[in-house]
């Protein structure tokens, strides 16, 4: 297998060839580091390469192989999203605001080094993780690498882009209201919401006011299901990710849906076309496929996400050491989120249950639904630049409006490429399971990718 070729492995395979001998943690972290070297300067997927440390986890990672250790992830590269904690380094959350170099991991980046992972890098973000495209006035923008003049989303675009391009195997990505799904589908790549609380946010517990949760930006379903198992925090039979993707699942009964859960948007022809694609091929493969929408409530959506949204912004604001350096439209956010006090916002946790229960009734019937991803292809680099608060709120809305609602309600949702558009840009469908069920999610996204296989695709810049 030639360099690039074990590039685009995907962290399931490396894993397999660095317990089998095939190839030692440094080569492979090295063929990584060259290729970061030579194309990350059109990308800025990165906004820190921690060059010298991985090295040394590397040949720390070799010598535990050699001595015959076995973790899932031992000698993979990793890299993580720059609002997760990594110790020594800063965490930026895209902005000039933050504060000095963390004393200590967060406990997600503590469970993959566990597992035995390489941290690479920190990846680039948009400020306090805003949006679903990755620009910053402090970091600048990172591009898609299908096409260097569209955004790879966000705001895990920067590891979505990495991983896209073969500058990581799998990367950490976090998702509040779509921040993992929405670079995954513009990427081409296979991205998991997990469950609420599934994997660790500590030491930023309840994110966004339950919205926010962190998951895997990979190649392929095993790889995802190898990153669940690594950082899952609800005890199961060990394994039981990576066990799921490899079985077939028994037949569901699938709902397909194409309405919008928010506002009136303008979905794509190939976006809508995907879902009925999919369709055809779910009832190929055995399982009763039924159309079906959930029962939304777009007044209570916008009465219960936007609120937390919103607040969750001010108070990420309000713990950055230099608030007074944030972007003129960021301190707008945070100002809007402020006026939201602690008491409203108990009120609109207490009202949540009811409104998951009116969404999720449609569960009671069938075991999946199956939406579009992204309602259109992503943006041009540069589109909302000195654009106000409500003109980026209401365009980006336009953009992902299938996403935000799975993170109210909290259940895993999954990305699953399928196509490329008009403009030969990757598109997805998302899955979504019922809650806490990320192992029929793993198991039908599997079987999705064994008969429409995703993984070898590369983009231009790669």
């Known amino acids: 297998m030639d360099t690039s070729d074990l590039a685009f492995a995907g962290a399931a395979t490396q894993a397999r060839m660095l317990a089998d001998g095939e190839v030692t943690a440094p080569e492979l972290l090295e063929i990584y580091l060259d290729r970061i070297a030579r194309l990350d300067s059109q990308l800025r997927c990165y906004r820190v390469v921690l060059t010298d ?29 720059d609002d997760v904690d990594v110790a020594g380094e800063v965490t930026t959350y895209g902005s000039s605001g933050h504060g000095p170099n963390v004393s200590s991991d967060a406990e997600v980046v503590r469970r993959l080094r566990a597992a035995g992972a390489v941290i ?3 990846t680039n973000v948009p400020e ?6 990755t620009e910053s006035l402090t970091f600048g923008a990172t591009r898609n690498p299908w096409n260097l003049k569209r955004t790879p989303g966000g705001s895990s675009g920067g590891s979505a882009a990495a991983v896209a391009a073969g500058l990581a195997p799998l990367a950490l990505g976090s998702d509040g209201g779509g921040s993992i799904r929405c670079p995954s589908s513009w990427c081409g790549l296979f991205g998991l919401k997990p469950q609420r609380d599934r994997v660790p946010l500590e030491p930023h517990d309840d994110a966004w006011y339950g919205l926010s949760v962190n998951g895997p930006i990979a190649r392929s379903v095993m790889d995802a299901a190898l990153f669940l ?16 993707a490899t079985r077939v699942p028994g037949k569901l009964r699938i709902a397909l849906s194409t309405k ?7 979905v794509g022809k190939k976006q809508l076309a995907a879902v009925e694609e999919v369709g055809a091929l779910l009832r190929e493969l055995g399982h009763d496929v039924v159309i079906r929408d959930p029962e939304y409530s777009l007044a209570g959506l916008y009465a219960n996400f936007l609120p937390r949204y919103l607040r969750g912004i001010s108070d990420d604001a309000d713990a950055l050491a230099h608030p007074e350096r944030l972007e003129g439209r960021t301190r707008n956010m945070a100002r809007a989120g402020s006026f939201f006090s ?11 249950p009811a409104l998951t229960a009116r969404i999720l009734s449609i569960f009671d019937d069938v075991d999946v639904v199956v939406t579009p991803g992204n309602a259109t292809g992503p943006s041009s680099v540069g589109a909302y630049q000195r654009r106000g608060v409500v003109w980026t709120l209401l365009a980006e809305a336009q953009r992902v409006p299938y996403f935000p609602i799975w993170n109210l309600t909290g259940q ?3 990305a699953v490429p399928w196509d490329l558009d008009g403009d030969g840009l990757p598109l997805a469908v998302q899955l979504v399971g019922r809650p806490f069920d990320e192992a029929t999610l793993l198991s039908l996204s599997a079987q999705i990718e064994a008969a429409r296989p995703w993984a070898h695709r590369r983009p231009p810049v790669s």
């Open 412 to 414: 895993p949702a999954a």
């Open 229 to 244: 198992d690594a950082t899952s925090t609800v005890p199961g039979p060990e394994g039981e990710f990576v066990a799921s």
């Open 342 to 352: 602690d008491r409203r916002m108990e009120a609109i946790r207490a009202a949540e």
């Open 260 to 266: 919008v859960p928010t506002v009136p948007t303008r």
């Open 128 to 133: 306090l993780m805003m949006y679903p495209f």
């Open 120 to 122: 690479i890098g920190k």
């Open 53 to 81: 440390k991985a090295r040394d986890e590397a040949y720390a990672a070799q010598d535990r192989l050699d001595a015959g250790e076995r973790l899932p992830l031992l000698g993979v590269p990793i890299a993580i999203k």
